[in-house]
């Protein structure tokens, strides 16, 4: 891949004054259609020490409008990001619809550096690549527009740039012994970084290797590649709008095992628990909680407890008798509703990414990123194609979170129709209860058929090893409490 890079090439003075008033012009005007169809943009820089990366960023911002601007520069994790899943530190900082993010250093720095200094296997690699890929496809298809640009120097060129940097009292700081050193370790980059290149550079998230020995050279080639891309993606926009076919919906999952009888038909909603031996194992589980959250807190292992249900499921009761186990200083209960303008200007995860627990601590979500194929899907809000791939997107989540030693742990809160309909009107003529029913939910109860169906492909589809659905009998409210409560314990025991 780097043969192709132009080496040597060079621009005069006279053709960069000459080409740059229009490419500004250009840019601008391009930035202005990103804008206004909210389509956020990742302009991605990596490439050898010297290569000009931040001079390039740089100028960026002087050729768009900065308002619409926002950098990153990721260098070593900080203790806080540490704490978190590797791709929460890249999640948190996506820009927003209509904004174009500049990323110097990203989720390739670490599999180049490790790989050249040789403490990650062929093996490794080949899985942090994978994982690459899907984030990225994640992201395109999410409605990112991703440029990934690799500056490329020969090791030449990389020595006399560090020379030069080195030689002015101005610039002497960006070189140090760590720059020297990669120096020397050249070919080791080399290879590792064209295997990197190679196995991420796809149609839809290309690679664009820019040589960057010549300054006004790579300004330009970064510009020009930069200037058109945003142009397809606006002019891709209008011609879909147009036709009516924005996206093609990706092919039909396979047929879920035993559709005519559920994974929710299998669930005993007749057991029942008798009051005394409710308040017995009530307090008994919950002192087990508390144990072994507290046991978590010291070990620094991380926990995500999941609640989803029908509507007067119980979920509200059952995440106070699970809270009530714990120091309030250890946990946070995340309350999910439709999403605030500001979570809709991003991608559906982002919001819960966000929200992940530091090491040691329990985030309960009521309600979470399953909404995607639930109500999203049914109501459709999501289209065929988005909570199509959603179950893919979401075990790959759950992965990451397992792989970090967070504890995942799912409910579903399953109650009869009748029962439904039981606590419903229940809720409407009682007072201080009438609040906890409105119309919508009436509307749901009309839907129940679809969202059936939709549940039952959830479980089906997501309930992997490190993170199983447990489905839980709601008709009886002090079982399913009881059920919550002793699994969620099981969970963090074997966890420890």
Known sequence: MFEEAELGRKVSREDYDRELPALRAGLLEAQRGLRAMGAPAIVLFSGADGAGKSETVQRLYEWLDPRGLETTAFGPPSDEERERPPYWRFWRTLPAAGRIGMFLGSWYTDPVLLRAYGKLNRAELGRGLQRISFFEQMLVDGGVLLLKFWLHLSRKGQRKRLNNLEKSPDTAWRVGSLEWKHYRLYPRFIRASEHVLQSTDTGRAPWYVVEAEDERYRELMVGRILLEAMRRRVAGERAAVTSGNATNPPPDPPAVPGARVTVLDHVDLTRALPDKEYRKRLLRAQARVNRLVRAAAE??????????????????????????????????????????????????????????????????????????????????????????????????????????????????????????????????????????????????????????????????????????????????KRLARIQVLETFARRLEKAL
């Open 299 to 476: 070990k620094k292992v991380s926990a995500v407890v999941v609640f989803e249900g029908w509507d007067a499921a119980g979920k509200g009761g059952a995440i106070r008798r699970l809270t009530a186990a714990m120091d309030p200083r250890l946990y946070r209960v995340i309350p999910v509703a439709a999403p605030t303008d500001e979570e809709k200007a991003q991608h559906y995860l982002w919001r819960f990414w966000r929200h992940l627990p530091r090491a040691g601590r329990v985030t309960v979500y009521d309600r979470s990123w399953y909404g995607r194929v639930l109500v999203e899907r049914v109501e459709g809000f999501a289209s065929e194609a988005e909570w199509r791939r959603a179950y893919l997107e979401i075990n790959d989540f759950e992965q990451q979170l397992a792989e970090h030693g967070v504890v995942v742990t799912k409910f579903w809160l399953h109650v009869s129709s009748e029962e439904q309909l039981r606590r419903f009107e229940e809720r409407q003529s009682t007072e201080y209860k009438r609040h906890k029913i409105t119309d919508e939910d009436w509307r749901n109860r009309e839907k129940w058929g679809a969202y059936h169906q939709a549940v039952n492909e959830m479980v089906v589809r997501t309930s992997t090893r490190p993170a199983p659905w447990t489905l839980v009998a709601g008709d009886d």
